[in-house]
């Protein structure tokens, strides 16, 4: 059996800088991935080409993003070697103050200064960058701002891609030359299909690459099932089986530490079982605290064909619209039309039945004008999707059922809402620049069921135990040398796209590390 310092589990954010940072430290390093290894010509064109950009593995898709359905949210999320940033937009804003005071760890850390060091690593390492171009959907935000009296809250974003000249190939830009070659990008706004120009900062083209550089090994295409504390206590033994194939080839690995890295929906779910079998000591909190960003994702279809929505980076502007939220624009690129097949028109209304019966006379009313919106020639090109989030608080919590599957619950205080009114607002405002119909993922209408891409908490960080499941070195309570580092360890909502502060907050994690 192989024997390694640390097994990571899990090759996103967090499991990228843990990677990192412990190779650097002198240990030796395994990081475990379920997901495949993506080259930048092997993602799909188009989001129509399913096999390749989602994550179903009972139908041998293998693809980038996975979809998991809940009863009070639907998820999205990313898999394969670099985690969520093989699908995500991109774009890498800093918290407003409220992130590091409220939450099961305001009281742990002068969070606010802290971090902001490591805030900066985190923009460095991911090669952060103000978006340089606007296009047809940000120059619609830029007009919306003005009609709202908040011009000097619209902004470009702080992307997390290579803007050389466009297509052109340089040397590493970044790490003196002991990163891979960049492909100056070209704005074709396929970054949530996966980049396949390299120009995307994706974490294989940073944290993973210099970590593998250092001697730290990548086993793509196995998932852990089980961790194991031996019975000496000098260590675990974690058990995988690949992910990919039909037989399923299991193995055994030994390490003194480990740390979960699967994303919420990976780190929470293997953690609810385990705490009913191999590690029963982790605290009672487990699955608590789940939060979104609060977030609504409205698509507005432009229907004189006028505009090309689909250019640009993924999300290349974004608009403070008060003191507790702001909008993006998102994209596509040319040709992934694929979300039109799950999208209803969006109506006003907190209840279901009311939403149906307004859907169905909505149809009746105006059929042409909706039918031209699914028949639209390039569904991307026509569409820009507005992205709204709010610091205000809500949540839900995991658990495993009395079946043993993975489910979600309401929690004490608010829940997070499909239907958001002040989302509703601007987004008629926005559909009236464009000429634009505006339609929502089917569940939200018809379950009141709202979606998220920024899927938070579950294994929080609290003073003890009885608070938290993790200390704020993220260390896991009741355990030596377990450490939870991905999404799961945030304690408070962002209010914004969180991977810069998993980013940051696992530099910091790491930074409380000795050397070998
Ligand atoms: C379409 C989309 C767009 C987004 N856009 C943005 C954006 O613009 N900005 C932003 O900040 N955020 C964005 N996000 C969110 C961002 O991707 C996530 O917040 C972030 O990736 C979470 O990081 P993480 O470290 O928690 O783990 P993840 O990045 O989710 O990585 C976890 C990895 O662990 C693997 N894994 C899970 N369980 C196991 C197991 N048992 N064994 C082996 N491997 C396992 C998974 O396959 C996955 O690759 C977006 C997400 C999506 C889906
Ligand atoms: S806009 Fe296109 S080229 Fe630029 S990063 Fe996104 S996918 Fe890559």
Redesign the pocket.
């Known amino acids: 059996m192989k024997e390694y310092d640390y097994i990571i ?8 800088v843990s990677a990192l940072r412990l190779a650097e430290k002198g240990y030796k390093v395994l990081v ?4 495949r290894w993506y080259k930048s010509k092997d993602f799909p064109k188009s989001n129509w080409n399913l096999k390749k950009w989602l ?1 179903f593995p009972k139908l041998k898709w293998h693809g980038i ?2 979809m998991s359905f809940f009863r009070h949210i639907t998820i ?18 800093i918290p407003k103050k409220a992130f590091y005071k409220t939450g099961s760890w305001k009281s742990l850390a002068d969070w606010e200064n802290e971090l902001k060091p490591h805030y900066q690593t985190a923009l460095k390492m991911l090669g952060a960058t103000k978006n340089p171009k606007l296009f047809d959907g940000d120059l619609a935000l830029e007009k919306l701002s003005k009609e709202i009296n908040r011009e000097k809250d619209f902004d470009k974003t702080n ?1 997390a891609v290579f803007f050389g000249e466009p297509d052109v190939k340089v040397a590493d830009p970044y790490f003196n030359g002991k990163g891979p070659e960049r492909v100056g990008c070209n704005f074709c706004g396929g970054c ?1 299909t996966g980049c396949r120009n390299n120009s995307k900062n994706t ?1 294989d083209k940073n944290y993973l690459f210099l970590a593998q550089q250092l001697g730290a090994d990548i086993l793509a295409e ?4 089980d961790v194991i504390e031996n019975k000496q206590k000098d260590g675990y033994t974690v058990y ?1 089986k690949n ?1 990919t194939s039909f037989f399923k080839k299991k193995m055994k690995i030994k390490a003194k530490g480990v740390v979960f ?7 929470i ?2 953690l609810l079982k385990l705490k009913k079998s191999s590690l029963p000591h982790i605290s009672n909190q487990l699955g608590m605290d789940i939060r979104t960003n609060n977030e609504s994702l409205i698509s507005v279809t432009n229907l004189d064909g006028k505009k090309d929505l689909s250019k640009g980076v ?2 290349g502007s974004i608009l403070h619209t008060d003191k507790d939220s702001h909008l ?1 624009i ?1 994209r596509y690129s040319s040709g992934s039309g694929f979300w039109k097949t799950t999208h209803l028109p969006y109506v006003s209304g907190k209840f279901p039945i009311i939403n149906i019966f307004k859907i169905t006379v909505s149809f009746l009313r105006n059929p042409l004008s909706l039918l031209k919106m699914y028949l639209v020639k390039d569904w991307a090109k026509s569409t820009a999707t507005l992205l709204f989030m709010q610091t205000l608080d809500s949540k839900l919590k995991f658990k495993k059922n009395i079946l043993g599957v993975f489910s979600s619950r309401i929690a004490e205080g608010k829940k997070p809402r499909a239907y958001i009114p002040r989302a509703a607002e601007l987004a008629k405002k926005y559909a009236k620049i464009i000429n634009g119909k505006a339609t929502v993922f089917a569940l939200e209408p018809l379950a009141g069921i709202p979606s998220t ?4 908490g579950g294994a929080v960080m609290g003073e003890n135990i009885n608070e938290g499941v993790i200390d704020k070195n993220n260390l896991v309570f009741g355990y030596d040398n377990l450490l939870i ?4 360890m945030i304690s408070s909502n962002p209010g ?7 980013t940051a907050i ?1 530099e910091r994690a790491i930074s409380k590390i000795k050397n070998k």
């Open positions: 589990i899990g090759s996103g954010f967090g499991g990228s475990i991935e379920k997901g994550w993003m996975k999205i999320s990313g898999v394969g070697v670099g985690g969520g940033s093989l699908v995500y937009a991109n774009t890498l804003p992307v949530m974490l196995n998932e852990v099932y995988l992910s890295s699967g994303g919420v929906l990976g780190t779910k293997l993924a999300i993006e998102c891409a920024h899927i938070l580092i991905d999404g799961s914004v796209n969180p991977s810069l502060s998993i696992a």
